[in-house]
């Protein structure tokens, strides 16, 4: 089943956000693929803030590669960023698995660089610009 919400700007993120978060219930593997500026960090932020994360506690992880932030149970949630990894390995040198076998949320951008490690049962996300400068969030789901 296809699935899409609309963004249409910064002031409806928090409500796309709070949206996702219900439309995706359990998944805890979630990776964004999106160009460069489609907003991945700023979705990820709002997304973080609606689990009661302070939103000035969320920065994109690009070289540390993964930020652990804690939702408002005390829950941990793992933000990953691979835009850097240049080969799979410098993802499993991380601890990779560690990470997504947790059972705790796992919010990823740039899968792209570590898709052959990606389980087949994560979420894959896709953020579409359009012309009008909103944003498109469409994935699939059995």
């Known amino acids: 089943m296809k699935h899409e919400i609309q963004i249409a700007g910064l002031q409806d993120l928090d409500r796309a956000a709070r ?3 219900k439309a995706i219930g359990t998944e805890t593997l979630v990776a964004f693929y ?12 709002a997304l973080c803030k609606a689990l009661g994360v302070r939103e000035d506690a969320v920065s ?3 070289f540390a590669i993964v930020n652990e932030y804690r939702a408002a149970g005390g829950r941990p949630i793992f933000h990953f960023d691979f ?4 080969n799979p390995a410098e993802a499993l040198d991380i601890g990779l698995y560690d990470y997504l076998d947790s059972g705790e949320l796992c919010l990823m951008e740039w899968p792209e660089n570590i ?3 990606l389980p087949e049962e994560t979420l894959r996300v896709h953020i579409e610009v359009q012309a009008d400068g909103s944003r498109t969030l469409i994935w699939e789901t059995a």
Do not use: D, H, Q, V
């Open 19 to 21: 949206e996702f978060l």
């Open 34 to 45: 999106a160009p460069m500026g489609a907003g991945k960090t700023t979705f990820t932020t």
């Open 60 to 62: 994109s992880p690009t």
């Open 83 to 86: 835009y850097r990894i240049e």
């Open 115 to 117: 898709e052959a490690l």
